[in-house]
């Protein structure tokens, strides 16, 4: 496998760069306990001296025992007891302390990612770069920041443990230190090259892995479970996710490969310099150079110095590495939100308590990811208690009206009016709270029903009057218990038909108590009597309100006080059912061919 397409040159100034980001880290975990953050600092700065003090008072141990005198022996030993001790304390009560503030920071991290999602708008979530960022984040990046933190108490620990045995063994022979510190930097640079390609590979591989993400949600959901079983697609797409992991898997093994050479090659040299040190500390005390606990002693410190010298290594191969992946957090994190989403809120000042009268004046619209114009020269008004019907061919733009009138994106200003003021003049969250949406592809939340329906307006979720009597609206006589969980995905889930789940969402659009109702095709899986009933209650309900829904069925649209008619993002008449079929030609076909259709069905 050529993995030279992924080759970097690592700069010092790149290795400089990861230091940067390492307060900006240091600052997020902080924040997550500050009391957790320094005691793990502190205890594992004072960790890493106890291998040395340990070490130390063994070495006075062995050498006290020569003077055979019993007193002083004792002592010695108590004190090795002692070292002993203090170093397992440290090292539970760090391993107590690591363990809950690793959890704690997992959980901060992933809640403040969600948050971020929360913030987002819905181009964010139809944008390509965005889901890939945020895949990224998910997969690599959201134990990081705790990874990092962990990688540089190591650091800390590990160098003062080493520089500590360097000092004893340079104490005995200051030439040492040469070998003992060129190794570890002269591999470290070699090191840096091995993280940066591996970055890179799975950097390469976002979109990738986002695919694979796709195809094991699709086998492992019940959503396309159906489709799979019945088209026989299993065999098919699990051939594509092999295909495509395959080239992951040889990639990996790759990298691991080149690593594992390299530690080898490492550890080898490594070895064979510790070995020479060691033959002259043997041949030192052959000689009478040095006592016998000495010996132990530059033993011991040699063997501290390449296990932490190893260690720093790895840790800082490690820290760089996690280092790369941590700028996509912050990326992630600083994505720009929408004005409208979240500044704006605290200058935008207009308020609304009721929308009286929707305004829509010459609108044009193209989605913020193509240069196609869905929406040409829209123009319409409605007011308080009207209920009004759209309809037109598939793709003709009523999905696209409905989102702009929801606010889900921005408009030229002036294009879109509530009330005699432009929509972007408003406090969004303030006009959010008068509207009420159903959604063609509404959310079946696998949770209890009275969050299904409460979600609609979260601040009643405990008023059960009111989610009865939405009950007895919608005619769901099919929930016993405003508590059952529904969905199959956990235990005792209630599984529902298509047109009972339409029904709770529709149920949870009518709960909210807006001024501007707004149905995007409602009754596309309810039978006829089902849709009949809940058109005539959507307009009950919105008598004095303003009430839009979109619909394929002309006679259902026919129960509306005005039909808007769309065709190729334009509007092509607007009047009664009466109005349409006598003047508007796209109307009157629709609703002849409706008819048809109807009449040899029956
Ligand atoms: N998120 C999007 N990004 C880019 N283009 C989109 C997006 N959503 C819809 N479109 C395009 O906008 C046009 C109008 O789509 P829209 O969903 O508004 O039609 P519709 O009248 O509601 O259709 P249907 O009756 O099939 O639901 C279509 O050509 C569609 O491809």
Redesign the pocket.
């Known amino acids: 496998m050529d993995l030279k397409q992924y080759e970097t040159h690592v700069s010092i100034k790149q290795i400089l760069n990861m230091l940067k980001t390492i307060p900006k880290i240091l600052n997020l975990i902080k924040k997550v306990d500050k009391t957790n953050f320094y005691l793990i600092i502190l205890l594992s700065l004072f960790s890493g001296l106890c291998p040395i003090i340990t070490l130390l008072t063994s070495q006075k141990l062995l050498n006290l025992i020569e003077t055979k005198n019993m007193k002083i022996i004792l002592g010695a030993l108590i004190a090795y007891i002692l070292a002993n001790l203090l170093s397992n304390c440290i090292g539970s009560l760090l391993e107590y302390l690591d363990g809950r503030f690793q959890r704690l920071t997992n959980f901060k991290l992933n809640y403040l990612i969600m948050d971020k999602c929360t913030r987002l708008s819905l181009r964010h979530f139809?944008d390509s770069d965005i889901y890939d960022k945020l895949q990224r984040v998910q997969n690599e990046t959201s134990y990081k920041p705790y990874s990092i933190f962990l990688s540089i108490i190591v650091i800390m620990t590990s160098l003062i443990t080493l520089v500590s045995s360097v000092i004893i063994i340079v104490n005995w022979k200051p030439w040492v230190l040469a070998i003992l510190v060129l190794i570890p930097l002269l591999s470290s640079l070699s090191f840096f090259k091995i993280a940066q390609r591996e970055f890179n590979v799975l950097w390469s591989r976002a979109s990738n892995n986002r695919k694979s993400w796709y195809l094991t949600y699709l086998l492992t959901r019940d959503n396309a479970f159906k489709e799979i079983k019945l088209y026989n697609l299993g065999n098919y797409l699990l051939k594509k996710y092999k295909d495509m992991n395959k080239v992951f898997v040889k990639e990996d093994v790759c990298l691991l490969k080149k690593r594992t050479t390299f530690t080898f090659f490492f550890e080898i040299v490594e070895q064979i310099c510790i070995d020479i040190i060691l033959i002259i500390v043997i041949y030192s005390a052959t000689i009478g150079e040095i006592l016998i606990g000495n010996v132990v002693g530059l033993i011991n410190a040699l063997n501290l110095v390449a296990n932490n010298s190893k260690k720093i290594l790895n840790t800082i191969y490690s820290l760089y590495q996690d280092n790369l992946y941590i700028e996509q957090l912050f990326d992630f994190l600083s994505i720009k939100e929408d004005l409208d989403e979240s500044e704006q809120n605290l200058t935008k000042k207009n308020s609304i308590s009721e929308i009286e009268k929707i305004q829509v004046k010459n609108l044009n619209f193209s989605?913020p990811?193509?240069n196609?114009e869905?929406l040409k020269n829209i123009n319409f008004e409605i007011n308080k208690g009207e209920t009004v019907a759209i309809v037109?061919?598939?793709?003709?733009?009523?999905?696209?009206?409905?989102?702009l009138l929801l606010s889900l994106y921005n408009v030229d200003d002036n294009t879109i009016l509530f009330n005699d003021d432009c929509v972007n003049t408003y406090n969004i969250l303030n006009l959010r709270k008068n509207i009420a949406a159903l959604f063609?592809d509404f959310a079946k939340y696998e949770l209890t029903f009275r969050e299904n329906v409460a979600f609609g307006d979260i601040d009643s979720i405990n008023d059960d009057k009111k989610i009865k009597k939405v009950i007895k609206d919608m005619d769901i006589n099919y929930i016993n218990d405003v508590d059952a969980q529904l969905g199959v995905w956990f235990n005792n889930g209630m599984e529902l038909s298509g047109g009972q789940w339409q029904k709770i969402a529709i149920a949870r659009t009518l709960f909210r108590d807006a001024s501007l109702y707004i149905l995007?095709?409602p009754s596309s899986a309810l039978d006829p009597i089902a849709e009949k009933k809940l058109i005539d209650t959507f307009i009950k309900m919105v008598e004095n309100k303003i009430g839009i829904f979109?619909s394929?069925r002309l006679s259902t649209a026919k129960l509306a006080d005005k039909i808007i008619v769309?065709d190729k993002?334009s509007i092509v008449g607007i009047g009664t059912h009466d109005e349409l079929f006598e003047n508007n030609k796209v109307y009157k076909e629709m609703y002849e061919i409706e008819t048809l259709r109807c009449e040899i069905v029956n």
Not at 392 to 403: F, I, P
């Open positions: 139809e989605y990811s193509s196609v869905v037109g061919k598939n793709g003709s733009g009523k999905s696209t009206l409905a989102k063609q995007d095709e979109i394929h769309m993002g």
